[in-house]
């Protein structure tokens, strides 16, 4: 199972570090992603990393705000955000990419990805 969180109530131009941690298993050797849901909003693509940590994918509204890592001596990853904007509020979860047992294919579809954890609320205020 995973659990998200890190979540929480910033000013515009602030940041947050999101975790994610993995419980009853162990994801080290798969790739992982994490997304966000806004109210009203599709399930949308944020970051992704693969198994080994080597390669990092973004969309391009964080890129350069957003660094996902990870510590798979922990089980967990991480998403360090900065420079927060209001458009970044919602929901953000974390998940494992299907069938990427030691891949260097990074998927950005949601449905890509299982063993969603349930989610941490971020808000960002103007």
């Known amino acids: 199972q995973l659990q998200a969180c890190g979540g929480g109530l910033v000013q515009a131009g602030g940041s947050l570090r999101l975790s994610c941690v993995a419980s009853?298993?162990?994801?080290?050797?798969?790739?992982m992603g994490w997304f966000r849901r806004a109210p009203g909003k599709e399930r949308e693509f944020v970051a992704a990393?693969?198994?080994?940590?080597?390669?990092?994918y973004y969309a391009d509204s964080v890129k350069g705000r957003f660094t996902i890592s990870r510590d798979n001596a922990k089980n967990t990853v991480s998403l360090q955000m900065f420079s927060l904007k209001p458009e970044d509020t919602a929901a953000y979860y974390c998940?494992?990419?299907?069938?990427?047992?030691?891949?260097?294919?990074?998927?950005?579809?949601?449905?890509?990805?299982?063993?969603w954890g349930q989610g941490t609320e971020v808000t960002v205020s103007s």
């Open positions: 990393i693969t198994w080994s940590g080597r390669s990092t």
């Open positions: 009853g298993g162990t994801f080290s050797m798969y790739n």
């Open positions: 998940a494992v990419q299907k069938g990427s047992f030691q891949s260097n294919y990074v998927r950005r579809m949601a449905y890509e990805y299982h063993y």
